[in-house]
């Protein structure tokens, strides 16, 4: 990732997406990387997809103070891993201990509304941010990234 944030040519490459992995490790340092937050401003400024499940969209925070620009998630509303199973997990002896910080209300701060409470298997497409809110969403998220992105593509195609 480090070879392609400092290329200033990415004008060659035909990505359409940019894919954040969830799971509870995608809160520790994808949030404060910047190799992450240039990733991120380059998938907005190119107006490529960004999909994010489970934890993954922690990773927004880090287009977060981008200099005098906005937050680009400002109204967005995305699903995601809830803040509140994150509080009560050590109990359930999922994980050992308490999470080092919440993302959601940092998320909420920025102007971004979570629309779950609870891990339901949902999925949420706002314009080309999709996201997903647990394993339990995985297949329904891979299906609707996959038709997404082709319904992108065709229209691409399609207009030449």
């Keep these: 990732m480090r070879d392609f944030i400092a290329d200033t040519n990415k004008g060659y490459v035909d990505y359409v997406a940019v894919f954040i992995p969830g799971g509870h490790g995608a809160m520790l340092g994808l949030p404060e990387n910047k190799d992450v937050k240039e990733l991120i401003k ?15 969209p922690a990773a927004l925070l880090s287009a977060a103070n981008c200099g005098d620009t906005e937050f680009p998630f400002k109204g967005y509303k995305i699903n995601s891993f809830p803040d509140e199973m994150d509080k009560t997990l050590p109990e359930s002896g999922y994980q050992p ?39 339990l969403a995985a297949d329904k ?20």
Aim: aromatic share 8%; glycine share 10%; net charge negative.
């Design 42 to 56: 380059w998938a907005v400024a190119e107006d490529k997809y960004l999909l994010a499940i489970c934890h993954g």
């Design 97 to 135: 201990g308490e999470m080092p910080w919440i993302y959601g209300e940092k998320l909420k701060q920025l102007g971004v509304e979570i629309l779950n409470k609870e891990i339901a298997g949902d999925c949420h497409v706002d314009r080309k941010l999709i996201t997903a809110d647990s394993p």
């Design 141 to 160: 998220f891979g299906k609707l990234c996959a038709d997404e992105l082709l319904v992108y593509e065709k229209s691409r195609v399609e207009k030449g």
